[in-house]
């Protein structure tokens, strides 16, 4: 499993977008790059995955350049409900069932 | 549909004390994956299955932890005897068979253990 690096906490106001940077240099040819949000006294929860280029959904965006060793994920207009913990993690797609392995994740933190 | 269940949602037991924690997973889901969670060291895989039959625990941290899965909708976790250092957030996740695209585990609510 390539190794990540994200900063340990990022600082916002509401209104304005969010962008979580992880790096992932020994990314391998098979792996995807996923990020779960946890909120505080809840289980984490699957947000957005992507391969290459950009992947965009209700939630998130997440851009992934072409060397693919970074990755962002970008939180638009943020709000004092976006406060939470944001896990990236790296891996091949697996069989199904395979183990997740989650590192210290970002910690958010939305003001108003 | 139902999530995860989980239970207790909260536990405070004496040190020494026999501890068992319990999971139900989605139904149809496959996977399970039992996690824990502390401030020191975050978020921790201790044990997964697969199909009821256990493919990883090299996580659980020393012989007083113990999981199975009897069936597909049941699964527990017991620490026997219990010690304060494992006071921790325990989380249960599933996955359906389906799921490898995505790879989406789905979490329960999670059991807060206190060991005093």
């Known amino acids: 499993l390539a190794k990540t690096t994200q900063p340990i906490s990022m600082d916002s106001y509401e209104g304005q977008e969010v962008n979580i940077t992880c790096s992932h240099n020994n990314i391998a040819t098979n792996d995807y790059i996923t990020w779960y949000q946890q909120f505080p006294s809840q289980g984490p929860r699957f947000i957005i995955q992507g391969y290459k280029t950009k992947v965009t959904n209700e939630v998130a965006s997440l851009f992934i350049p072409a060397d693919r060793k970074s990755s962002t994920l970008s939180l638009p207009r943020v709000s004092l409900s976006d406060t939470a913990v944001y896990y990236c993690?790296?891996?091949?797609?697996?069989?199904?069932?395979?183990?997740?392995?989650f590192g210290k994740g970002t910690t958010l933190s939305v003001s108003s | 549909d139902a999530g995860v269940i989980q239970s207790p949602r909260h536990e405070v037991t004496e040190m020494g004390q026999e501890v068992t924690l319990r999971c139900k997973p989605i139904?149809?889901?496959?996977?399970l994956f039992w996690y824990r969670q502390t401030m020191m060291r975050g978020l921790e895989l201790l044990i997964y299955?697969?199909?009821?039959?256990?493919?990883?625990d090299s996580g659980m941290p020393e012989d007083r932890f113990s999981a199975k899965m009897p069936n597909a909708s049941f699964s527990t976790l017991k620490i026997q005897p219990s010690e304060p250092r494992d006071s921790a957030v325990y989380f249960c996740a599933s996955t359906p068979p389906t799921a490898h695209v995505y790879n989406e585990q789905f979490f329960g609510p999670g059991t807060r253990l206190t060991v005093l």
């Open positions: 299955f697969n199909n009821n039959v256990p493919i990883d």
């Open positions: 993690l790296v891996g091949d797609i697996p069989q199904a069932g395979t183990a997740l392995i």
């Open positions: 139904s149809g889901h496959n996977s």
